[in-house]
């Protein structure tokens, strides 16, 4: 039986596509579980909830965490079948199956991590500084791993793939892109956190706390996450009209152009959310722009890498 029949390309495409959906909505429900207080509902237990496969749901806050759970739980499997077919599908060293087995560990360590908050009570009001950071810990692998998985939807109709000259020649400012996503990321666990525990009456008010000498840490602290969004998307706007400049601009622009309208939004959509009190709707809404934002700059990355390759063979194929 040959690999194609064992599962086309166009069928294991589409499957890691719903990977990476799936994975955006767990995602966005595992926040929903934190805003509304729910992610103490299945107790200290994991991967039980309250001890057992399917608890009774004496409340609302059981239920939600149970689903968070069991999406979790499928999405993993998910990723393994994505695994598991890019290494029936296509041969040894194709980005592909590269990016498959990386996202495959991933998600295998953005479960422990959601085990360890589980498991030492980093949940519900706890302020630790333990669970600041691996909350932070948390969404730098989540936006690792969806930018794995897009890497394998974008890789899985290239058969080859060389380092161009693109590529060679943006890729440190690439990474540096992806680095300042990470830090606003970061900065944006720290702001959500610091409403959840300190809620504000007012945007005067929280303002007014967060230049307080006597707020907690997290209060004075996340004021960096508007400034370190500006920061990153002002270099997302400079780097992709830079990339442009090159030989590749006609295979760049069209990706380009989306990476740019997707982060001036996230800014616009912050700025909404700020002024009229952070609704939790508006909350998740603003965290599902981010990871799209994650994924469009992970298609853009893999449009640099491939612009203008795909007649030339790839050293990574011959490596096999």
């Given at each position: 039986m040959t690999k194609e029949l064992i599962l086309s390309r166009s069928r294991f495409t589409l499957l890691a596509l719903w990977t990476v959906r799936l994975t955006v909505l767990v995602v966005l429900w595992g926040a929903f579980t934190r805003l509304s207080g729910s992610g103490d509902g299945c107790g200290a237990s994991w991967p039980l909830c309250k001890g057992v496969l399917v608890p009774q749901f004496s409340g609302l806050e059981t239920a939600i965490e149970f689903v968070h759970r069991a999406t979790s739980g499928a999405v993993i499997i998910l990723a393994a079948l994505v695994f598991f077919f890019a290494r029936k599908v296509f041969p040894k060293g194709h980005l592909s199956r590269r990016s498959?087995?990386?996202?495959f560990v991933l998600m295998i360590t953005e479960a422990i991590l959601g085990a360890v908050l589980v498991i030492?009570?980093?949940?519900d009001?706890?302020?630790?500084?333990?669970?600041v950071i691996s909350l932070s810990a948390h969404l730098v692998n989540t936006f690792l791993l969806i930018s794995a998985q897009t890497s394998v939807v974008f890789f899985s109709s290239r058969d080859r793939v060389v380092s161009t000259a693109a590529w060679i020649r943006l890729r440190s400012y690439l990474i540096f892109g992806f680095v300042l996503l990470c830090i606003s990321g970061i900065a944006g666990v720290v702001a959500a956190l610091a409403n959840m525990l300190h809620p504000s009456g007012s945007l005067a008010a929280g303002l007014q706390a967060d230049f307080a000498s006597d707020s907690p840490l997290l209060v004075r602290l996340r004021i960096l996450h508007p400034i370190f969004s500006l920061i990153g998307v002002g270099y997302l706007v400079w780097l992709t009209k830079y990339a442009t400049s090159g030989a590749c601009a006609s295979q760049?622009?069209?990706?380009?152009?989306?990476?740019?309208?997707?982060?001036?939004?996230q800014i616009g959509l912050g700025v909404i959310t700020l002024?009229?009190?952070?609704m939790v709707p508006l909350k998740l809404l603003h965290l599902l722009v981010a990871d799209l934002l994650v994924i469009a700059f992970a298609a853009f990355c893999a449009d640099v890498?491939?612009?203008?390759?795909?007649?030339?063979?790839?050293?990574?194929?011959?490596a096999a």
């Open positions: 498959a087995s990386i996202a030492f009570g980093w949940v009001q706890n302020p630790s500084a333990a669970r760049l622009y069209g990706r380009g152009r989306l990476v740019r309208a997707v982060a001036v939004g002024a009229i009190g952070g890498l491939t612009a203008n390759s795909s007649e030339t063979a790839l050293a990574l194929d011959s």
